[in-house]
């Protein structure tokens, strides 16, 4: 990508497009542009073509979804499967209208079977039936990864698609209603502090072992994606090869976040996914892979959290 072009990133203000903004200005790319919910409605054709047939953007980055944890996935199914598959169907026929030859469609490791061998690899894909909690999610995204595939085959274009595993980090939704496990667990451990409370409820069993990845590498794989030229098509995992079990996680971030009290695991909530570890020996043999230390990274989302709260 050249350091002047043209690049726009739909989702520009959540977690996964601020940081993908943020990787692109350290980089040294000057003309970053986006446009916010309340200046584009990209559930809309119609606007989002006329956004594009204007701006002319060289590269887009797909990072607008909408997104939640259990709770969210499985409450607001409806509204899952339709907002994600418009807004990613406006967009990828709205750039290649408008003649943009490279994109990144950003997906999520949903999208593999529920009970698939570990670690999963690309081509494990449709070999099997999804996590029924987050199904309508994961059909969204598969659809976008076809949509890509397909929009190559037809029309010629540069179309590639990312499948992070659970990401996290700054600018994350720390919301208990819609939000997802980690930046959960960092709110309700500090929430349990502050009130000197000698326990706190996790949900589910504590067993199902998952895959973390700081928000910021995320950014970093898919400029390195975006950047090499030669890599015109396909899906590619991204994460770190290493996943701990959530009775785990729920230590470490209690352990950052300094409560002293006892985690409880409420069994009578679901588990979700077994497992669902990441093969992402594709992207270590092209020369990447992530550098954030799982703590390191709860600590600066903590710090973030914390900034949060404070107004910051």
Not at 20 to 34: A, F, M
Request: with cysteine; hydrophobic share 40%; proline share 4%.
């Amino acid at each position: 990508m050249n350091r002047d072009a043209k690049i726009y990133v739909a989702g520009h203000r959540g977690m996964v497009g601020s940081a993908i903004v943020r990787k692109l200005q350290e980089c040294g790319y000057s003309n970053v542009i986006g446009r916010s919910s309340g200046e584009l409605d990209l559930t809309k054709q119609a606007p989002v073509d006329e956004f594009m047939a204007f701006e002319k953007p060289d590269y887009v980055f797909m990072a607008a979804a909408k997104v939640g944890g259990i709770h969210a996935n499985n409450t607001y199914r409806a509204d899952f499967i339709y907002d994600n598959l418009i807004i990613e169907a406006n967009i990828t026929k709205a750039a290649a209208r408008a003649g943009v030859n490279r994109m990144l469609f950003l997906g999520s490791s949903c999208i593999y079977p529920r009970d698939c061998r570990q670690p999963i690899r690309e081509e494990d894909l449709l070999t099997g039936a999804l996590e029924a909690t987050n199904e309508p999610y994961a059909i969204a995204k598969i659809a976008g990864i076809k949509l890509c595939e397909n929009f190559n085959r037809q029309y010629g274009t540069s179309y590639v698609s990312a499948m992070p595993t659970n990401l996290f980090g700054p600018n994350d939704n720390y919301d208990l209603e819609n939000s997802h496990v980690l930046p959960a667990l960092i709110r309700k451990a500090h929430e349990a502090k502050l009130r000197g409370d000698s326990t706190y409820s996790v949900w589910g069993s504590g067993r199902p072992m998952r895959e973390f990845l700081y928000v910021d590498d995320m950014a970093e794989a898919c400029i390195f994606l975006m950047e090499k030229d030669d890599i015109r098509d396909g899906l590619f995992n991204i994460g770190t090869g290493r996943d701990v079990t959530i009775r785990e996680l729920a230590q470490a971030v209690t352990e950052v976040v300094g409560f002293a009290g006892e985690i409880v695991f409420d069994s009578s909530k679901p588990d979700g996914t077994p497992r669902k570890l990441l093969d992402v020996s594709r992207m270590r043999e092209m020369g990447w892979q992530a550098k954030t230390d799982l703590r390191a990274g709860i600590a600066l989302t903590y710090a973030d959290f914390l900034a949060r709260q404070n107004g910051g």
